[in-house]
């Protein structure tokens, strides 16, 4: 059968023998992916390799290509990805998938025996894709000038693509083999009903259409709600897709069927498949993405609208073998506000494998490498500290331990755990490596080992638990030998991978944890894990608020400390609380942001204490006694220093700090008398000055002292007005004139004066009478300018 890209495959020909590398853009349908390797074998010397993103669109290609040989897999054509290999000795043409072809090229950057790399459904931009690319063409740059690069894609821009190739040829395909008809809902879908309208669409389709129906979701839980919406209601065949199902059923979905069927799949189905009898597409629109977030070295999975160049190859899949029908679930307004493309996962993944294969790759500047898109550098410098953190890294450089890691087909964190914990960590790593096996039995990752052994028990899907034990016996072997004696518990060994998230359960009912990454967590009040006092979460779900753990192993303080015992700290701690109002003296073993052990601190040095109570002084302000506040009058006066209390403050660290020995609470503080460290702020000197020309007190005939007030609009004292008798002069404080409030025995002002004789010879006889018919029993004479002082009766007299 003749397929678009046959009118090109010249051009591709002889843009790959004039330029060796080039750019084809075919739209889906094109035929690319199974005729470009078989056109170009002829004219290629060595092996052609052609990178796959998805495992099941390289063995569906590889076996298209060694049918239209009349060969087996394995002959001319063959395929590999992690855990599966189908090539022979012959074999010339080898489809990969994304990680097969890194270590390939950090094996043998020169790629001898390889004439040629084609990165199919280039589109997709996923960061191994990216990656290999970036590696790809620095060795051709250095190393292989004879090697020729082809990047395909069915909806990418191919301009930048082909800059990046130093300005490679661009071929292009014309359209799809058949016409698509792309058709649009009336009204617009709540997202709580999407699974339902898309099952209703599903019923309509099968009754006014004919032909077998491809249906895109976001995700497994979305296709099995669809699925039991439709159960029993239709007599078309139902066969879900996506990608941790068995490879049969796999198969199954994209096989002819003797009925109708209907093919719930994720975008497993986008690229790189026919899928026999498929006539109409309905898609739900939606995309699921990891999100990577630096700042908790978490991903939680976003559930997003699709980009327009998504749509648009999605609805190609209704178009492969016969004209046909693509319904999209969202009007034709919504489609406007679509983008144009899907952005690249090296925008918003975990960077840690990308920072670890660029480390071995000995590339220390991202930025020399030619990324289509660089990685961003915050992320990308997160990703090197979990590497530094890990022991992978050393002043930037990989180590030998970094080493032995990017050996392993696992992420950094699991490949550190089981290259310390060994073989028994195998089956922990196969299961972390995964998705969540069972997504209704808790958080527990503990039951999910135990259903391993026993899935029937669990409710585990018996082919998931096989896929997994393959898995697992795989990894053993790539894992070293521990003795028994060393072994690790199943928790222990997760604290090595997460040694960021060993949760310290917080206070109070709710199942909420710290972790010592500095990140808050919560779990469901329901789950059998939500008493637990240490955690190691090893999955949430990303929210950077408090994010929902989904999978965690509780663990022991002595399990912790024997793995972790490095890590943990004594951390001797005076801090003021806010909390209590006092000065806490703590000492803590600290792993991270977490206290595994909280005491106090009996000994703690008195400057510690004292430094911590500033912290509360500074909250709680000054609390000046009556005598500081006009010692503070006094000083202003002169201007000898800042009296205000934001400046006192921020100094208070050298006049106030020597006195706080003992002050320990915030009822310290307010019985504590400023004074003495106020006085202490001024030498000798000052003092003296301070003294004669702001004094402190008025001096009474008595000999008491009384203090001035400064803080109204002239000096001022307040005294009984006997305790002047005999004082013919008025007082003056620094040549001006004091103001004397004069008071009766009760302590009531009488009189307010700056002119004590002129008050002795004017208004006195009226303050007289009065005073003696008041208080008889004190002294009121007629000429107090020759009566002693006395503060006493006339009877005591």
């Known amino acids: 059968m003749e397929l678009p890209i046959d009118e090109v495959l010249d051009d591709l020909r002889e843009a790959l023998a004039r330029a060796g590398r080039a750019v084809l853009q075919a739209p889906p349908g094109a035929g690319k992916t199974t005729r470009v390797p078989l056109a170009i074998l002829d004219m290629v010397p060595g092996r052609i390799v052609m990178l796959e993103p998805r495992r099941l669109a390289a063995r569906a290609a590889a076996h298209r290509m060694a049918e239209t040989l009349g060969e087996a897999v394995g002959g001319t054509v063959g395929y590999r990805m992690r855990g599966e290999t189908c090539i022979g000795p012959d074999t010339r043409i080898e489809v990969i998938t994304e990680g097969i072809l890194t270590r390939m090229l950090q094996s043998d950057p020169a790629l001898d025996g390889i004439g040629c790399v084609i990165f199919d459904e280039f589109h997709e931009r996923s960061l191994n894709a990216d990656l290999a690319l970036a590696l790809t063409w620095e060795a051709r740059q250095a190393l292989r000038d004879d090697l020729g690069v082809i ?8 301009a930048p693509v082909a800059a990046l190739l130093d300005a490679a040829p661009v071929v292009t395909s014309a359209g799809r083999s058949f016409p698509v008809e792309n058709r649009w809902i009336d009204r617009a879908v709540a997202p709580r009903d999407r699974a339902a309208a898309m099952a209703a669409l599903i019923r309509q389709v099968l009754e006014d259409e004919t032909g077998g129906v491809l249906c895109f979701l976001p995700g497994a839980p979305e296709i099995h709600r669809v699925a039991a919406l439709l159960a029993g209601e239709t007599r078309a065949e139902i066969r879900p897709l996506y990608g941790t199902l068995p490879f049969a059923d796999q198969r199954r979905a994209i096989a002819p069927s003797p009925g109708r069927k209907v093919v719930l799949a994720t975008s497993i189905a986008e690229t790189s498949l026919t899928i026999e009898d498929v006539r109409i597409v309905i898609d739900m629109g939606l995309a699921r993405r990891a999100r990577f977030d630096p700042g908790s070295g978490m991903s939680r999975l976003l559930t997003e609208r699709v980009s327009r160049a998504e749509a648009a190859q999605r609805a190609g899949r209704a178009g492969r073998v016969a004209p046909g029908i693509a319904w999209k679930l969202w009007t034709r307004g ?23 294969e660029l480390a071995l790759w000995g590339a220390a500047d991202a930025g020399a490498l030619p990324f289509l898109t660089p990685p961003p550098a915050p992320a990308l410098a997160e990703a090197r500290a979990l590497l530094d953190d890990l022991g992978a890294l050393r002043d930037g450089r990989i180590t030998d331990h970094g080493r032995a890691l990017a050996a392993m087909p696992l992420h950094p964190r699991l490949a550190h755990m089981q290259a310390i914990a060994g073989r028994g960590a195998a089956p922990l790593a196969a299961i972390l490596s995964d998705r969540n096996p069972l997504r209704d039995r808790g958080a527990d990752l503990a039951l999910r080992l135990r259903a391993l052994d026993d899935p029937g028990a669990f409710g585990m899907a018996r082919a998931t638990a096989e896929r997994l034990r393959t898995e697992a016996r795989r990894l053993a072997k790539l894992a070293p030998a521990v003795p028994k004696r060393d072994a690790l518990s199943p928790a222990q060994a997760v604290a090595l991978a997460y040694p960021d998230r060993i949760g310290l359960r917080r206070a109070g009912e709710a199942p909420r944890w710290l972790l010592s990454g500095g990140k808050g967590a919560r779990m469901d009040d329901a789950d059998p894990l939500a008493g637990q006092r240490l955690l190691v979460v090893s999955d949430t779900d990303g929210n950077p608020r408090e994010a929902r753990i989904r999978q965690a192993i509780a663990i022991s303080d002595a399990e912790l400390r024997a793995v972790l015992g490095d890590r943990i700290a004594t951390v001797e701690t005076c801090a003021w609380s806010r909390r209590t109002g006092r000065v806490e003296a703590r000492r803590q073993d600290r792993l991270g942001a977490i206290a595994l052990d909280d005491r106090a601190w009996t000994d703690a040095p008195p400057e510690a204490l004292a430094r911590a109570m500033l912290d509360g002084v500074r909250e709680l302000g000054l609390v000046p006694s009556a005598a500081a506040r006009r010692f503070l009058s006094r000083v202003r006066l002169l201007g000898l220093f800042d009296t205000g209390e934001t400046a006192l403050l921020d100094t208070a660290e050298d006049w106030l700090l020597p006195y706080l020995g003992g002050v320990r609470s915030a009822a310290d503080w307010r019985r504590f008398d400023l004074l003495p460290p106020l006085q202490a702020r001024l030498d000798w000197a000052a003092r003296q000055r301070l003294d004669e020309e ?12 009384v203090p001035i007030d400064y803080d109204g609009d002239a000096p001022e004292v307040a005294l009984r007005v006997q305790e002047l008798y005999g004082m013919t002069r008025h007082p003056l404080v620094a040549g001006r004139p004091l103001k004397l409030t004069l008071l009766s025995p009760a302590g009531r002002p009488v009189q307010v004066t700056m002119d004590l004789p002129g008050f002795w010879a004017g208004s006195w006889a009226d303050v007289r009478k009065d005073m003696r018919a008041r208080y008889p029993k004190h002294p009121w004479p007629e000429d107090p300018t020759v009566a002693a002082p006395t503060l006493r009766t006339k009877r005591k007299d």
């Open 151 to 158: 990047v395909m894609s069915a909806t990418l821009d191919a």
């Open 334 to 356: 919504e489609d406007g506000a679509l983008p144009a493309f899907p952005p690249p996962e090296i925008e918003a993944a975990d960077l840690a494998p990308l920072a670890l």
């Open 694 to 705: 702001v004094p402190p007190a008025l001096i009474t005939p008595l000999g008491r002292a």
